[in-house]
C-alpha cells in the first residue's frame, strides 16, 4: 500500500539529492579542475597527484578535529540553521574562488 510522503521525509530526500550532488563534485570535477591547472603549469604527475594527496589528507584530517566540535556547538546552543546557513555561504564563496584561479597553487 503507497503511503504519502510526509514533509519531514521530503526534507530528508532533498537533503540526499543535494548531498550526492556535492559529493559528485568533489570526487569527479575537482580532480579534474586540479589536474587542469598542474598540467598548465607543467608539473609532472607525480608532483601533483602528491600535491592533491596532501591536500585531501589535510583537510580529512581538519574536518574530522572540527566537525564533532561544530557539531556540538550546534547542538548545545541550538545554533542548526545559523552554522548551516554559514558553511553554506563559506561553500559557496568557496566554489566561487575557484573560478578566480589561474595558478594550480
Known sequence: MKEKLTRFEWYWILYAVGNSGFSLMLVAILPLYFNHLAQQAQLIS????????????????????????????????????????????????????????????
Do not use: E, H, N, R
Open 46 to 105: 607525480v608532483q601533483y597527484l602528491a600535491y592533491w594527496g596532501y591536500a585531501t589528507s589535510l583537510i580529512t584530517l581538519i574536518v574530522g578535529i572540527i566537525g564533532p566540535i561544530f557539531g556540538s556547538i550546534a547542538d548545545f546552543k541550538d545554533m542548526k540553521k545559523k552554522l548551516f546557513v554559514f558553511f553554506l555561504l563559506l561553500g559557496v564563496l568557496g566554489c566561487y574562488a575557484l573560478a578566480l584561479t589561474s595558478q594550480w597553487l
